[in-house]
């Protein structure tokens, strides 16, 4: 199917891609904010990345239900990058992994990507779950982030000065209150027989914002953000040499290829069990293409690299989304509260969205996964444990290497 016969499909379920749209902006809204806060970017590059990419991966990419932006995972491969190149090497970079990520497509790459074993794939995302967890300290304990690049030496050294110097009473209760409110929602919306969706992530974040609000607490917010969206005007390469830019362009396409198709895959399976009528696989090659060109439209506005969130495509198929007019709507939602909702925004603890992102680091890597995992067979347990580790102590493109290799090794040694 083209994309014109697609586009032309758009509006075929249009209610209930717009309850679907607007139900998913409303939970990628504290996520965009988060995940670039603790890549070191301003609040308003999630943003950017969540309205621009959001858009134009729906629009040219290969799913149906695939909702885009900046992830978790994303940021794991970009915070050392920040940290030791600057945020404003992401435009180049973004732009490099974009036209990378459309060279995957147009060589048919993405079938190849989609046979990475699922004892892989299961160990890479519980290694990102930990990572995104360790990233939150700094606003957790109100500190500043130790220098370095290793997520591990960072937050022990971060955790380490945080409990020398003078504890940010404020900024824990913020993030343990965030996170408490998240996990007890759904049984207080059960118990109270609330029937309007209402996602655990916004009522956390609205009562502590409101809160924090009128008690005036000293504490960290997101701050002022901008009124409109703009493309960048600094195409600063910094400090960064061949190699290493070649290496780094390499891992978030790498990134931003296998975590979109991932998503992609986990959708069409969920759309296959919610609903009824037959639906069509995702297209490989108009999906990289998509992410592809997301992430260069991304960079070129201040945005982050972009990937499909598993997360967030997950909530657009369990709200009714039957097209890719939901994830379109999305993205225009978020864009109204940039145009509308920036003061109120403004206002949000960045202790609260810790709160939110530990939560989804949880919720990745609940327990009941990885018993179930840690239950399979040896080969999967070996393969699962190994990738994990790797991801959390080397990187994730080597973990995911390792993992790869162990899996053949152990294959042949049957």
């Known amino acids: 199917m083209t994309y014109l016969q697609e586009w032309r499909n758009l509006f075929s379920f249009w209610r209930n891609d717009l309850v679907a ?5 409303i939970v990628a809204l504290p996520l965009a904010l988060g995940f670039a806060i603790t890549t070191g970017a301003p609040a308003s590059a999630g943003l950017a990345t969540a309205i621009i990419a959001g858009f134009i991966a729906a629009l040219f990419g290969g799913s149906n239900y695939q909702v885009s932006g900046p ?20 435009v180049w970079l973004g732009i490099a992994a974009g036209l990378l990520i459309i060279s995957f497509a147009l060589i048919g790459l993405g ?30 304990f109100g500190v500043t982030k130790a220098e370095g690049t290793h997520t591990i030496s960072v937050a022990f050294e971060t955790l380490s000065r945080a409990l020398t110097e003078k504890i940010h009473i404020a900024s824990i209760s913020i993030a343990f209150a965030t996170l408490t409110i998240k996990r007890l929602w759904p049984r207080i919306k059960k118990a109270a027989g609330i029937r309007i969706h209402l996602p655990a992530s916004i009522v956390a974040i609205t009562l502590v914002t409101t809160v924090t609000h009128f008690l005036s607490l000293d504490i960290d917010r997101i701050g002022e953000l901008p009124r409109q969206l703009s493309f960048t005007d600094n195409f600063s390469i ?6 290493s830019f070649a290496y780094a362009a390499i891992a978030i396409a790498l990134l931003g290829a296998i975590e979109s198709l991932l998503s992609a895959r986990v959708a069409d399976g969920m759309a296959h069990k919610e609903i009824d009528h037959e ?10 293409m998509g992410q592809g060109l997301a992430t260069i439209a991304s960079a070129c506005v201040g945005g982050l690299p972009a990937t499909g969130a598993i997360a967030r495509t997950s909530v657009n198929v369990h709200s009714g989304a039957r097209t890719r007019l ?12 940039v145009l509308f909702l920036a003061p109120i925004v403004s206002l949000i603890p960045t202790a609260a969205l810790a709160g939110v992102l530990i939560g989804t680091s949880l919720r990745i890597a609940n327990p009941q996964s990885v018993k179930e ?35 053949k090794i152990l294959n042949k040694a049957r």
């Open 21 to 25: 749209g607007i139900t998913v902006g």
């Open 238 to 243: 910094g400090d960064i040499s061949p190699f």
């Open 373 to 407: 995992a840690l239950q399979s067979t040896y080969k999967f347990r070996i393969v699962y444990v190994v990738t994990a580790l790797a991801v959390v102590f080397i990187d994730l493109m080597w973990g995911v290497a390792i993992g790869i290799l162990l899996e």
């Open 279 to 288: 639906q069509r696989a995702h297209d490989p090659k108009k999906e990289l």
């Open 326 to 337: 939901a994830a379109i709507v999305h993205a225009l939602f978020l864009l109204a509260v």
């Open 111 to 140: 079938r190849f990507i989609e046979k990475v074993p699922w004892s892989v794939m299961e160990g890479f995302t519980l290694g990102i779950a930990v990572i995104i967890a360790l990233q939150q300290i700094p606003l957790v």
């Open 71 to 90: 992830t978790g995972a994303m940021t794991v491969v970009l915070v050392p990058i920040v940290a030791k190149y600057g945020v404003q090497s992401l």
